[in-house]
């Protein structure tokens, strides 16, 4: 079975995505697109690929708002994730299931 790589997907993905988008940051139209497929998600939560569809979105505007490439997507997924175990979460049991559950944001008033 072969590894998935992530670096390799990005760079199939964004010449895909010039090629039947066309080029630019298209940020407008990428952000209308996610918010359709959050509505998706809201109406049936288990679908796997709605839930899909918003990743593949969202490294879509990345690379198009921000020029980078997909090793520099990859690194930032990566730094995003170490930066978030590093921070401080309050307790999930005491918080709102419906509300999303912020980093505690020390000296902040």
Known sequence: ???FDLVEYLRDQIEFSRRTFG???RTTGVLDH???????????????EEWIDIVILAFDGAWRATGAS???????LSYKQAENELRNWPDWRTADPGQAIE???EGDN
Do not use: F, Y
């Open 70 to 76: 997909p090793e520099e997507i990859v690194a930032t």
């Open 103 to 105: 980093h505690v944001r």
């Open 23 to 25: 080029p630019g940051p």
């Open 1 to 3: 079975m072969k590894t």
């Open 34 to 48: 996610i918010r359709k497929e959050i509505d998706e998600v809201s109406a049936d939560p288990t679908d796997l």
